[in-house]
């Protein structure tokens, strides 16, 4: 299993895909969110996973992210892609805008972030949160796939169910926040600690709290969603043909510098 894809809202089967096979995996951590489904992408074998469950019944704050991205491990998965929908918060991020986001900032609270909590103590580096290699391959996908995408931007994760206040926002966008969703964190930290690599890209569904003059709502999000998938699709394929067979970015080596404990 060579890549392994997040789905999260509004795009749930990746229609188009022919699906080889379901794997229903039961990790020390609990169940994942649904069963893996194995597609074949440009000869690339992929593990493709609804974030949200069978017919979004997972609200972001309950999501199981350790068996998620365990699972993913377990079936040989070396790289992920996760893909969510974020509002816009700074000036260039408009709806239906794709971003493959450079850094993250993690605001959740209550959710289990690590994989190590004792007796083995470990501090994985985070310098750069997201592949740089994949980052590079998914930036030459969109250029060769003909597909815009916006290649930086900050994420910032927050922990709803419930959108932000318009107040918030304000902070985040202070803070240095570009775009902001719910699944981001701690998706890209637990691949990290595994050793997989992992690269987010965001779809735009709607402008934050305060951007935009009319109210969020979730119509709103699942059809701007959907308005995406062809891009989506064209991208992954491309992105497929373009990531590197062998990794060569530091993502699998992090664990050898990053353990207290003996
Ligand atoms: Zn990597």
Redesign the pocket.
């Known amino acids: 299993m060579e890549l392994g894809i997040i789905a999260g809202s509004g795009i749930y089967a990746m229609q188009g895909f022919h699906i080889k096979e379901e794997r229903e995996i039961v990790t020390p951590f609990g169940e994942p969110s649904d069963r893996y489904r194995i597609v074949e992408i440009e000869g690339i074998v992929t593990a493709f996973l609804n974030r949200h469950g069978p017919s979004h019944i997972i609200p972001p704050h309950m999501i199981n992210y350790r068996a998620n991205i365990w699972g993913f491990k377990e079936l040989g998965v070396e790289?992920i892609i996760s893909i969510s929908a974020v509002g816009g918060i700074a000036d260039n991020m408009n709806p239906g805008d794709i971003v493959l986001p450079d850094q993250i900032i993690d605001i959740t609270s209550g959710r289990s972030s690590t994989f190590y909590d004792g007796p083995e103590v470990v501090h994985i580096d985070f310098t750069e949160p997201y592949?740089?290699?994949?980052r590079d391959a998914i930036i030459k996908a969109g250029l060769k796939a003909g597909v815009l995408l916006i290649d930086k931007g900050t994420y910032i994760c927050t922990n709803g169910p419930r959108l932000e206040s318009r107040a918030e926002i304000k902070a985040y966008r202070a803070l240095g926040a570009h775009v902001v969703g719910m699944t981001g964190m701690p998706e890209a930290c637990l691949s990290r600690e595994l050793g997989l690599?992992f690269a987010g890209l965001s779809v735009i569904t709607n402008y934050a709290a305060g951007i935009g003059k009319a109210r969020l709502t979730t119509t709103e999000v699942l059809e701007t969603m959907r308005g995406s998938t062809s891009r989506l699709k064209s991208l992954l394929k491309e992105a497929c043909l373009l990531i590197p067979q062998k990794?060569s970015?530091?993502?699998?080596d992090v664990l050898k510098e990053a353990k207290m404990s003996d």
């Open positions: 790289r592949c740089l290699e994949m690599c990794r970015c530091a993502c699998k």
